[in-house]
């Protein structure tokens, strides 16, 4: 779902959680400026960091957020501050934490892209240890050998 700029596209989100009935979901390309939300009925928003790639502006914005049901208890994680991932932790009563990512990779074969699997790459590492983890995202992966 590219953007949540327009009007229509936040209504498509909207229609996509409450017919699904999701706790969580997590989105990529939002194009949304840091400090920007699209808040949504019975969901808290919880933006990772926006940014703009290929620097000229051609290809629009990059962007990740989740959504999130009111009444999950939730914690956006820092330390791995980088546009192409965002990560909440969710405390399970009974088992292990659950520690979710949404990444975002952008397309071609440039640096910043290798980059971005880097940062994914070391969030497995981290985070592997201590509780379940699931990764969503828009990994643009045509050409990975």
């Known amino acids: 779902m590219q953007s949540l700029v327009a009007p229509e596209r936040v209504q498509q989100c909207a229609h996509v959680l409450e017919e699904c009935r999701l706790d969580v979901l997590g989105v990529t390309e939002t194009w949304l400026p840091d400090g920007v939300g699209r808040e949504m ?9 926006a940014y703009s790639y290929n620097g000229d502006g051609s290809h629009g914005r990059g962007g990740v ?3 999130v049901r ?6 956006p994680l820092r330390g791995e501050e ?18 979710i990512a949404v990444f975002y ?17 070391r969030w497995v590492r981290r985070f592997s240890g201590l509780g379940r983890l699931v990764v969503l995202g828009d990994f643009n992966g045509e050409g990975l050998g």
């Open 41 to 49: 009925h019975g969901y808290e928003f919880s933006p990772g960091c």
């Open 65 to 67: 957020a989740f959504y």
């Open 70 to 75: 009111k009444g999950i208890v939730f914690e």
């Open 82 to 99: 980088h546009p192409c991932l965002h990560t909440i932790r969710i405390s399970v009563e009974r088992g292990d934490d659950l520690y």
């Open 105 to 121: 990779c952008p397309p071609g074969g440039s640096m910043e892209r290798r980059e971005c699997f880097d940062v994914l790459l």
